[in-house]
């Protein structure tokens, strides 16, 4: 169970993976001790999964975000599992989810720009046998984009 320093070492660090013990101690008024094993406990008991960069998506020309909903051809498990074997290895994906509704599968999509979403769809997504269709959804601008979980 979290108590409020738990959920108050979450915030900070979901706010900066690389605060050190010391200055979120400094923050919350204790010693490094206890922060440090507390932050242990959390890594430990799965809180806290990993740490990463956030990257600058169009610095490294990544520019332009696609949403795809997919129906796939049937549904059967062999198909599905054939889908969700191929979608983890296209490096295009960043996201991908099952979800209910008219469609099976929502893939977040990150290219370059529209011909590079055209040679992605062309080349890569239209490969795949397991893809009955692909509504393509493109994002123009983006309002909020968090990482961090409300705690």
């Known amino acids: 169970m979290l108590d409020t320093i738990d959920i108050d070492i979450l915030r900070i660090l979901q706010e900066n993976a690389n605060a ?3 200055e979120i101690s400094l923050k919350l008024h ?7 094993e507390r ?6 008991d799965g809180y806290i999964r990993k740490y990463v960069a956030v990257l600058d998506k169009e610095k490294l020309n990544k520019g332009l975000t696609v949403f795809c909903n997919i129906s796939l051809k049937q ?14 290895l296209l490096e295009e994906v960043v996201e991908c989810y099952n979800i209910s509704g008219d469609y099976d599968f929502l893939l977040k999509v990150l290219v370059a720009d ?6 992605f769809v062309m080349n ?6 397991s893809i009955g269709s692909v509504k393509s959804i493109f994002v123009m601008g983006e309002i909020k984009n ?4 409300p705690i």
């Open 114 to 119: 529209m011909p590079g979403y055209q040679q």
């Open 20 to 22: 050190t013990t010391k």
């Open 146 to 149: 968090t990482l961090a979980l």
């Open 30 to 36: 204790l010693t490094t001790t206890p922060i440090h």
């Open 75 to 88: 549904h059967t498990s062999k198909i599905g599992n054939e889908f969700v074997a191929e979608i983890g």
């Open 39 to 44: 932050i242990k406990r959390l890594e430990k």
């Open 124 to 129: 890569r997504l239209g490969s795949l046998k």
